[in-house]
């Protein structure tokens, strides 16, 4: 990534890639706060940087051929996380 691409925009509307780049580092210090004490979060924070990263080399016209079996794994939590969130909305 170059300073040039600071502005462009990503696949994730609201935000250019200068943004998306604040969301993952914050993200990643939070992640690393968090999992210390709830090491369940460390799926979310895994697909949430997984995703974004794709997201930042989509916008920036860089490889996004990421691993097909850890997009598969992950893929599978978010939906069982979904299907938790439907049937027991009070752990939102």
């Not at 709830?38 to 930042?56: I, K, N, R």
């Amino acid at each position: 990534m170059t300073p040039s691409q600071l502005d462009l925009e990503t696949p994730c509307r609201e935000w250019k890639v200068s943004q998306l780049v604040d969301h993952l580092v914050g993200g990643q210090r939070w992640a690393r706060s968090a999992v210390q004490g709830a090491p369940a979060l460390m799926g979310l924070s895994t697909t949430v940087t997984f995703t974004h990263a794709w997201d930042l080399a989509r916008a920036t016209g860089q490889d996004t051929n990421l691993d097909p079996e850890l997009a598969t794994t992950l893929l599978a939590q978010s939906r069982q996380s979904k299907r938790l969130n439907e049937l027991f909305p009070s752990l939102r």
